[in-house]
T-cell receptor, first 110, second 112 residues
Framework: QQPVQSPQAVILREGEDAVINCSSS?????VHWYRQKHGEAPVFLMI?????EQKGHDKISASFNEKKQQSSLYLTASQLSYSGTYFC???????????FGAGTTVTVRA | DSGVTQTPKHLITATGQRVTLRCSPR?????VYWYQQSLDQGLQFLIQ???????AKGNILERFSAQQFPDLHSELNLSSLELGDSALYFC???????????FGPGTRLTVT
């Protein structure tokens, strides 16, 4: 089953923060986050394995609550380069399939 | 540049035809994944191969098939093409499952 992402879109000014949520109805083994800019391929941001760890990449961090089967991506002090569509991909605890959410389009304006 | 190559970059063909998309993974990566991305369907997982063997199957139609060769490159075969098959097809590779995936630039397929 495809994970559900929210919000669908968000518009930020440079320096503002945002949170993107990803939830699944099935038990998860891992959550992946990717960013795709218009006309380009998705680019890996981070992967979180079950265990509730939190990871960060520059000012982008994420958390994974395996009990709630949810993950959140935090964009802190956003930069123009953060614009793009963010996808979460969830891997089930009993399969190897990575199912992607519909994506969250982030627009950062000067 | 992710290190994953895909050919061709663009493909225009007619309904009912058959096409083959090719993917070369990053050096050292044993897993290859195929995805379909269309405007109304988002990024859909099609199939995964690991070291020549099929490992996982997603929403892949029976008209589509794939294989991974001994040199680890992979091909996705699409047959009896329909207008709805028009999409961007991405190949991605990783060391193994549950590791980060590196996406190729994609092949844009247009079925007329």
């Amino acid at each position: 089953q495809q994970p559900v992402q929210s919000p669908q879109a968000v518009i930020l000014r440079e320096g503002e923060d945002a949170v993107i949520n990803c939830s699944s109805s099935k038990a998860l083994y891992s959550v992946h986050w990717y960013r795709q800019k218009h006309g380009e391929a998705p680019v890996f941001l981070m992967i979180l394995l079950k265990g509730g760890e939190q990871k960060g990449h520059d000012k982008i961090s994420a958390s994974f609550n395996e009990k709630k089967q949810q993950s959140s991506l935090y964009l802190t002090a956003s930069q123009l380069s953060y614009s793009g569509t963010y996808f979460c991909g969830t891997e089930g605890a009993d399969d190897y399939k990575l199912s992607f959410g519909a994506g969250t389009t982030v627009t950062v304006r000067a | 540049d992710s290190g994953v190559t895909q050919t061709p970059k663009h493909l225009i063909t007619a309904t009912g035809q058959r096409v083959t998309l090719r993917c070369s993974p990053r050096s050292g990566d044993l897993s290859v994944y195929w995805y379909q991305q269309s405007l109304d369907q988002g990024l859909q997982f099609l199939i995964q191969y690991y070291n020549g063997e099929e490992r996982a199957k997603g929403n892949i139609l029976e008209r589509f098939s794939a294989q991974q060769f001994p040199d680890l490159h992979s091909e996705l075969n699409l047959s009896s093409l329909e207008l709805g098959d028009s999409a961007l097809y991405f190949c991605a590779s990783s060391v193994d499952g549950s590791y980060e995936q590196y996406f190729g630039p994609g092949t844009r397929l247009t079925v007329t």
